[in-house]
């Protein structure tokens, strides 16, 4: 707690607690890259269950995959920078921790589906499989509760 303490203290994170244009804007990245994240993988998500199958898995997968790996990033990034303006009150929001877990499964759940021969199969040709199928609908639900939690925050003490 000290160190949170001593980070929501340093000069970095009264400045951006001051600073009413660079702020807003930041809020603005995070939520943009939020986007980039549910509208990729969303979409992608959706084919793998069987929507849109005029358009081969093999040529929406890697492309979408991508974006949402960069929305990750960058919502990584601009939540740090968010975070450190008050980290003591962030990491006792229920809210703001439930966010990161639901975050962080969806990240392992899309990083364990990257590996699977299932999916390499799937993005060949082959149709996906139950089990395929079951890690898209997981990342659709974890990615969504992942924005309800996040939007929470704000109403939480
Ligand atoms: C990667 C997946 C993430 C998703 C889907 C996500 C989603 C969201 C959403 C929907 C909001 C509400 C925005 C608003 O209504 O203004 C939010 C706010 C926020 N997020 Fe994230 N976020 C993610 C990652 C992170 C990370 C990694 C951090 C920090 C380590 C973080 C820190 C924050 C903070 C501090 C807020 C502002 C909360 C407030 O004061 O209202 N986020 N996030």
Known sequence: MDLLQALQDSSSASALRGATTLYPFLNAAHILSVGLIVGAIGTLDVRVLGLFKGFALGQLGPPLSRVA?????????????????QPVAYVQNPAFLLKLAFAGLAVLNAVALQSRLAWHDALEGGEADLSVKAQAAASLSLWVMAVIAGRWIAFVE
Not at 70 to 85: D, K, N, W
């Open 69 to 85: 790996a960069f929305g990750v990033l960058s919502a990584i990034l601009t939540g740090v920078v968010i975070v450190s303006v």
